[in-house]
């Protein structure tokens, strides 16, 4: 089977109705960015850059950033796709927050884009680090729990700011590079329309839209028999996204872990979702499915299932997809 895949490596994930799925990957260090290439992955979907701050005491300042993110810009040839700093909830960090009392409800508290706002110094040097790694590659800037436009506007201001410094430094840069929102708040998928019309793309984090939208916390194992991504309310908020950003005209992506399970390939394909991201282990696989795929039927086939009222046979219908 393994050998089998090999053979796609090289070979665009193109279905068998000719249409072109962007298969990306999801790296965290900055040696996956050599294995994300061997996979076959386009490029990288989703640059999880927390790894930089976590397990020390100082956080890291904007020339070893700015170092870390060229190194890894350099050698992704497709786009890369870079979140600014998710730190809280399950990904706490020694360095980077103030020491108060521990939240009670870290996963709804100051965690990714609004501890970046509430901080903004912490904020800016990532961004510096950013815009310069842009000089090297085809770099976007991703930000994490945005659950409204005014997060949104504030942090692209803060970009904007330390643009114009690094101008007047002298900095070389790209000319553009996009910023997209994550829809992974349940509001933000609901919203999807409005924030389409200023987000330039949008990736869908279904681990945390999950967790947001069926109320489970995604670390409880008392509670993970209720993590279900077929969940009626779950595909729901994913169609609403997909469709808000095509009628918008900007790009959808999905970088939760529903994108690299095989499981769901056909539904998602059914969807109309064309940029999946994940890690780089289920690549191929993937691109296994997508090939063999007439993504035509599976839309038709998808559309009819999200109509059944009984979860029982909505699953049933998704199964025979
Ligand atoms: C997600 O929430 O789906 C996601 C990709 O981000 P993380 O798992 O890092 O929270
Ligand atoms: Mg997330």
Redesign the pocket.
Known sequence: HRAGLVKLKGRAAISRDGVHVRLLA?IELPEDARIAEEAGAEGVG?Y?TEFLYMNRKELPSEEEQYEAYARIVSAVSGTITI?TL?LGA??QVDSGRSHGPLPTNPALGLRAIRLCLKEPELFRVQVRALLRASAHGRVQIML?MISNLQEYRQACAMIEAAREELRAEGRPMAEDVPIGA?I?VPAAAIAAPMLARHARFFS??????I?YTLAIDRVDDEVNYLYDPLHPAVLHLIRHTIESGRRAGIPVAM???MAGDPRFTRLLLGLGLTDFSMHPASVLEVKQIVVESDIGRLRAAVSAALDCLDPQELRDRLAAL
């Open positions: 999801n989703l999880r979140r998710d399950d990904k994490p994550m992974e869908i984090g279904t681990n945390d839209l967790q970088c939760g872990e």
